[in-house]
């Protein structure tokens, strides 16, 4: 059995390894900034698009547990970003126990999707997913959010709000207002680019809401947040907002 798992981990790594793009990955390693002292220090890339990967996740969506958690423990970006897809596509298919299963697989490896690409592409379609689902005590399920918004974490704070983008494709805006207001004045640029990106996809879905909120908060809040969330809106609008 041993033998047989380390075979198809080998599949993986292989499938991935034979479309390395050396020059990409000079690229890439500068886009998600892998310097020392910066946020993705030490990750490495092989130079492969995310549809090309998506391929790869789609060939091998029949590998369990252990297979998809030596992924996450590599180094290597792409072997975890394609373990997190074949997550979210067997997600979707799954029934509610299964659902849970890797829901439960997913909050146990939180420490592996330390980059925002893994996040954005994974969290909303999982813990957002999931916790949409939660007819009962969706209150109490939903505390593992906040948990997450007041990490001191880069990484789990993102997955936070970014997971909320599942509730406001239904319409249910009360969390990542709520995740919105506790990241308000986070250090980072990168959970400012988050929180504009949530209230923005609130605006397209009830642009009074969003505004509600940024009439509170635009005077105080970072303005690469403020910029990502009226960016949808018209220029008399946007200028108003950005004090101009």
């Known amino acids: 059995m041993q033998k047989i798992l380390i075979r198809m981990q ?62 996450l423990k590599s180094k290597i970006h792409e072997h975890r970003l394609v373990g997190l897809l074949i997550l979210v596509e067997n997600f979707r298919k799954m029934d509610d126990a299964g659902k849970k299963k890797i829901f439960e697989f997913y909050m146990k490896n939180t420490k592996a999707i330390n980059n925002w690409d893994l996040v954005d592409l994974s969290s909303s379609r999982i813990l957002g997913e999931y916790l949409l689902k939660k007819e009962r005590k969706r209150r109490e399920e939903r505390k593992i959010l906040y948990r997450l918004a007041k990490s001191k974490n880069l990484w789990e704070k993102r997955i936070s709000i970014i997971s909320t983008l599942a509730f406001i494709r239904e319409k249910e805006f009360d969390d990542a207002l709520a995740i919105s207001e506790i990241l308000l004045h986070d250090k980072h640029d990168l959970i400012h680019k988050a929180v504009g990106w949530a209230l923005r996809e609130i605006g397209k879905k009830d642009q009074e809401t969003e505004e509600k909120f940024l009439r509170k908060y635009y005077k105080t809040m970072p303005r690469t947040m403020l910029r990502y969330s009226i960016e949808r809106f018209d220029e008399k609008k946007r200028k108003f907002y950005m004090g101009k």
């Open 10 to 71: 080998n599949k993986v790594k292989k499938e991935l390894q034979k479309l390395a793009n050396p020059e990409k990955a000079k690229l890439l390693s500068g886009f998600f900034k892998t310097g020392k002292g910066q946020y993705g220090e030490g990750d490495i890339f092989l130079g492969i698009t995310v549809p090309a990967q998506r391929e790869v996740a789609k060939r091998n969506l029949g590998i369990g547990f252990s297979e998809i958690s030596d992924l």
